[in-house]
Each structure stands twice: as C-alpha cells, then as structure tokens.
T-cell receptor
Framework: ETGVTQSPTHLIKTRGQQVTLRCSSQ?????VSWYQQALGQGPQFIFQ???????GRGNFPPRFSGLQFPNYSSELNVNALELDDSALYLC?????????????FGPGTRLTVL | AQSVTQPDIHITVSEGASLELRCNYS??????LFWYVQSPGQGLQLLLK??????LVQGIKGFEAEFKRSQSSFNLRKPSVHWSDAAEYFC??????????FGAGTILRVKS
C-alpha cells in the first residue's frame, strides 16, 4: 500500500509568481485536505476536496485554489505569491470527508518565497 | 472559535523518564481530539484519538492520553521515554465537520 506522496519536496519562488503543489492520496482514499505549516507553528487548514468537489475551506484568500482529479490526487495552486506564503505545505488523505476519518499526511512541500 | 493551546514550546526529559505533554482545547460541543507526532523531514503521524467513551485512550509507540472535560484538557503521556521519541508533538481538535485545528506544537528533546 503506497502512502501519501507530495511533489516537489522543495521549491523556491519569487514574490508575485504562481506555484502548483501536487499530492497523491493513499490507495482507496477519496478525500484530500491541505494544510499550511509556517515555521514554529502548527498546521492550518486550507481546504478539503472530497470526490473532486471542495468540501470546506479555512481562512485563506481566493488566491489559494485547488483541484482534485478522478484518481483522487490533488493540486494546490497559489497565485501572486507573498513572502508570508513561505511554509511547509502538507496534504493529508482520508477515506471520507468527516473529521472522524483518520487523515494520513504526506511529508510536505517546503516553499520558500523570496 | 475552536482553538488548541499547548503551553510548553520545548520539553527536555531524560531517557527512561516519564513524559507528559499538555494540551488544552476550546470547543463548544463534544470534541474530537487527536495527538500527532512530526519527525524532521516527515509528515504528521497519528498517535491516538479520542471521540467518545473511555476517557483514557491508548495509542501507538506506548503513548496514552486522558480526556478531562472539566479541565478542557487532553494530555499525552508515556511512562518511559526512548531517544527515538524526540520529535515535535501536536494536539488537534476536530472542528466544523471536516477540519483539524492544531496547537503550535511541543518540541521534545530526550537526553541520554
């Protein structure tokens, strides 16, 4: 059974650019949640996708957007990057969209915005 | 709004000593509570969770946690710490149906 994978591992962008982060969910999981973890802080919920539809969103501006594909993999897109977007971005997959469904996290993508 | 407080940013314990990491939550309804561990370069791994029933829950790697509604706490414990337990620990509450709200984490250092 393959776990949750994320790509790329690291990337560096400059302010104003756009970035796409990718997540492959664990086999059999139909839900992906994205979190932002700034240095020294706990993860913050960005949004969740359940069966290709957005299923809840945290307090993030519209320049954070996402997609989920028919194979349940997912992308996080961030437009007009700001310095404060520098963080570790985590995705988590689960069997369903309820908080009682255990979320399995990937290793994350470290984004640095210069 | 839901929130989680982990009062200790860093904790250092000797190998073989007992451990308790503190977690306080704020949530209006019956909370769903979680503890995760994060090692450098790794994602978060679920240690244990509490939804209902017995307030003392057992998890992986010898960890346990106790839910105390009167104190709004969900402290994590381990009777004997191993050097491999050095990591960052996050308490989280399930909120709004499908999202987790995390505390800021406690970094555990184990000295030999």
């Amino acid at each position: 059974e393959t776990g949750v994978t994320q790509s790329p591992t690291h990337l560096i962008k400059t302010r104003g650019q756009q970035v796409t982060l990718r997540c492959s969910s664990q086999s059999g999981h139909n839900t992906v949640s994205w979190y932002q973890q700034a240095l020294g802080q706990g993860p913050q919920f960005i949004f969740q996708y359940y069966r290709e539809e957005e299923n809840g969103r945290g307090n993030f501006p519209p320049r954070f957007s996402g997609l989920q594909f028919p194979n349940y993999s997912s992308e996080l897109n961030v437009n007009a990057l700001e310095l404060d977007d520098s963080a570790l971005y985590l995705c988590a997959s689960s069997l369903g969209g309820s908080v009682t469904d255990t979320q399995y996290f990937g290793p994350g993508t470290r984004l640095t915005v210069l | 709004a839901q929130s989680v407080t982990q009062p200790d940013i860093h904790i250092t314990v000797s190998e073989g000593a007992s451990l308790e990491l503190r977690c306080n939550y704020s949530y209006g309804a019956t909370p769903y509570l979680f503890w995760y561990v994060q090692s450098p370069g790794q994602g978060l791994q679920l240690l244990l969770k509490y939804f209902s029933g017995d307030t003392l829950v057992q998890g992986i790697k010898g960890f346990e946690a106790e839910f105390k509604r009167s104190q709004s706490s969900f402290n994590l414990r381990k009777p004997s710490v191993h050097w491999s337990d050095a990591a960052e620990y996050f308490c989280a509450v399930g909120a709004g149906g499908n999202k987790l709200v995390f505390g800021a984490g406690t970094i555990l250092r184990v000295k030999s």
